[in-house]
Structure formats: C-alpha cells, structure tokens
C-alpha cells in the first residue's frame, strides 16, 4: 500500500521540492532553470523541444481563469495576436465556456455545490478497496 504522507514514494527523488525561505532563496541563471526543467522533464520520459517556454501556456491561461483580458496578457508576456491565440489561449472564449457550464458570464467566484447523495458502497468498495480493512 502506497503511503501518502511521503511524496518520495509517490514522485520519486527527482520531483521533490524544498521550499526556502526568502533570505535562503537565490536567483537562478538561465542554463540551471533549463536544466531543472528538462530533468524534470526526462525523468519520465516526456520529450520537450521548448523548454524556455513550456510554463507560459499555463500561466497565460491561469490569468485568463482570474478575468484578465487579453489584452492584458499579451502585455504581460510581450506577445503579439497570433502567437497568443495560436499557442496560449484556447480558441473559446472564456465567457461562452463558462455560460455553458452554469456560471455566470463575467463571474470571478465560482461555486460547486457537493452532491447531495452519498455514492453506493458498492462504488466505494472499488475506489477505496482499502477502506474495509
């Protein structure tokens, strides 16, 4: 059985992470955050060619979940139209995606309510065949 409160044993050596303080903490050089990057990367076994730029899809889209415009974005990460659009951004936009889910168009707050029924122990039994013992 997997014991979660070790992340060793679930991500391996490789991807642990030490958190520093603030007076502990030092700025990394262009060439060891690549290198982190694509240890990280190769440890298991994904292939990257751009690995300078594999954080700015996410945080691109990260801010688009938090209302910033586009145009803001952009800004943000000097890019021009196509690149944000073609690369970063999906192609829907976020108002239509969040109205066909329920939310309210240009809400920041968003609330999933917990389902009110409680699953089937049957269900349970699989999910969790530890819970019994």
Known sequence: MLNFADNKVLYGEGLSIKIKSPRQAQE??????RESIGKDLSSPGIRYNKKAHIN??????????????????RHQGLWNNTT???TYLTNLSRELVQSMAGFTAYGRFFYLARAA?????????????????
């Open 56 to 73: 700015c899809g996410s945080s691109a889209r990260m801010a688009g979940n938090v209302c910033a415009n586009v145009d803001q974005i």
């Open 84 to 86: 944000i659009n073609g």
């Open 28 to 33: 990394w050089s262009y060439s060891s955050h």
């Open 117 to 133: 029924l409680n699953p089937p122990s049957s269900l349970c039994k699989k999910l969790f065949p530890a819970i019994d013992e």
